[in-house]
Each structure stands twice: as structure tokens, then as C-alpha cells.
């Protein structure tokens, strides 16, 4: 049986997450993109460990880190306070990551990953929690729709000469 834990991220885990968020994103995206340096330059924009570190700062953001029999495999992040133009709502919290390397997804961490963000946004009086899912990500859509989230938009991402459509899910904490 695997030992798994999952506990609320500090500053300390900011070169965990960094590299976990590099590699995950990698495993999850990463064919996506014709031009490598697209793929690299995303990384250090947005995964360096400075950047992180200070996201983990902000009063804003919780992250949870994940590890099975010690080794760090996954992270999420819950923004709180998080509007979306897709809900007619203040108390909104918007789940931002949520990754698990892939050998590591049959063990069903990405729900327990799930369930620490629910808990906190209906813990911070959030009526809805929404996010971001890639729209040809069918296993996360399926993940989040067996999870009680429902199509409510779409949206674009570009980065670099990539153009990426997104669905926007909720879910209803009330």
C-alpha cells in the first residue's frame, strides 16, 4: 500500500513545486508545442522558483503539496477571492493547479488534491469555486464533471505561437 500525504505548501516548497509544475506541465502539455523555446521560456515565466515562492506569499493563493511514500508527485493551488466573468458571484475561488505526475494518477491523488481546495474555498465562504480546463483534456473534464463541476464558458491562452481553447467549469459550494 502507498503512503500517501498531502499538506498545505510553505516557502520551502517552492523549488518542489517549481519543478513538479515544470514537469507536469510538460507530461500534460508539452506536445502541444511546434517551438521548444515557446515550452521553456512559459517555464521560466511562470514556474521559476522566485515566482513561486512569492505566489505562495500571497495571503491570495494556498497550495498543497502532494507525496507518496515521501516523493513529492503533485500540487494544487486554490486562489481565493478569484471573480470569473462567467459567474454572477463575489465569493468566488478559482482552483488554478492541479497536477499529478502522470505514474502517479491511477492513485487518485488528483482527488484528494480536489477535496483540499473544495474544503478551504467553502472554509473562506466561497459560494463557487471555477477553473480553467484545456478543452481537448477529455480525462480532466471527465475527472471534474464526475466531481460536480459543469461547463459554464470557453476561453483562449496564448502562449507563444500556441493557441490554446479552454473550457471554464463551476461547481456550486452552497
Not at 509544475?21 to 515565466?45: C, I, K, M, P
Amino acid at each position: 500500500m502507498n503512503d500517501l500525504l498531502i499538506r498545505q505548501a510553505n516557502v520551502k516548497d517552492a523549488k518542489l513545486i517549481a519543478l513538479l509544475a515544470r514537469v507536469t506541465f510538460s507530461e500534460t502539455f508539452g506536445h502541444y508545442f511546434r517551438d521548444r523555446n515557446d515550452l521553456l521560456n512559459y517555464f521560466n515565466q511562470t514556474f521559476s522558483v522566485e515566482k513561486i515562492s512569492n505566489s505562495i506569499k500571497n495571503s491570495n493563493n494556498v497550495f498543497w503539496i502532494a507525496f507518496a511514500n515521501e516523493l513529492p508527485v503533485g500540487y494544487s493551488k486554490l486562489k481565493i477571492n478569484s471573480p470569473s466573468k462567467f459567474i454572477n458571484s463575489n465569493k468566488t475561488a478559482q482552483l488554478q493547479k492541479l497536477y499529478v505526475l502522470k505514474d502517479f494518477l491511477s492513485m487518485k491523488i488528483g482527488l484528494e488534491l480536489q477535496s483540499q481546495l473544495v474544503d478551504k474555498a467553502k472554509k473562506n465562504e466561497s459560494e463557487y469555486i471555477w477553473l480553467s480546463v484545456l478543452q481537448s483534456n477529455t480525462r480532466a473534464i471527465s475527472f471534474y464533471k464526475k466531481n460536480g463541476f459543469t461547463e459554464i464558458g470557453n476561453h483562449d491562452f496564448q502562449i507563444g505561437k500556441e493557441l490554446f481553447e479552454f473550457i471554464v467549469m463551476h461547481k456550486n459550494l452552497c
